[in-house]
């Protein structure tokens, strides 16, 4: 079992940033490409970004990209995701995962979420 534990969320103005932080615990959380998805009101849950269990590997939305970083420290057991240049639209509620397999997943653990908004 992995836990995943996000923080980092809240409130902020349009054009500002915030920075996630998910917290692994249990087994071996370098083990596991992880990666962040996003949750809007009366959407479907959507990929954000991945990275790989090296780190060497990232992936992006097209709707993020240029914006917002994904980052890991598995010495930490906590990966990151930088946000930068926030619209209206990326409000959601934020969720990291990991997967063993690959970043494409399927994700086999979720953390809880962490509440995104930003106003305009």
């Known amino acids: 079992q992995v836990q995943l534990v996000e923080s980092g969320g809240g409130l902020v103005q349009a054009g500002g940033s915030l920075r996630l932080s998910c917290a692994a615990s249990?087994?071996?959380?370098?083990?596991?490409?992880m990666g962040w998805f996003r949750q809007a009101p009366g959407k479907e849950r959507e990929f954000v970004a991945g990275i790989s269990w090296r780190g060497d590997r990232t992936s992006y939305a097209d709707s993020v990209k240029g914006r917002f970083t994904i980052s890991r420290d598995n010495a930490k057991n906590t990966g990151y995701l930088q946000m930068n240049s926030l619209k209206p639209e990326d409000t959601a509620v934020y969720y990291c995962g990991a997967a063993r397999l690959r970043i494409a997943g399927p994700y086999e653990y979720w953390g809880q979420g962490t509440q995104v908004t930003v106003s305009s």
């Open positions: 249990g087994r071996t959380f370098s083990y596991y490409d």
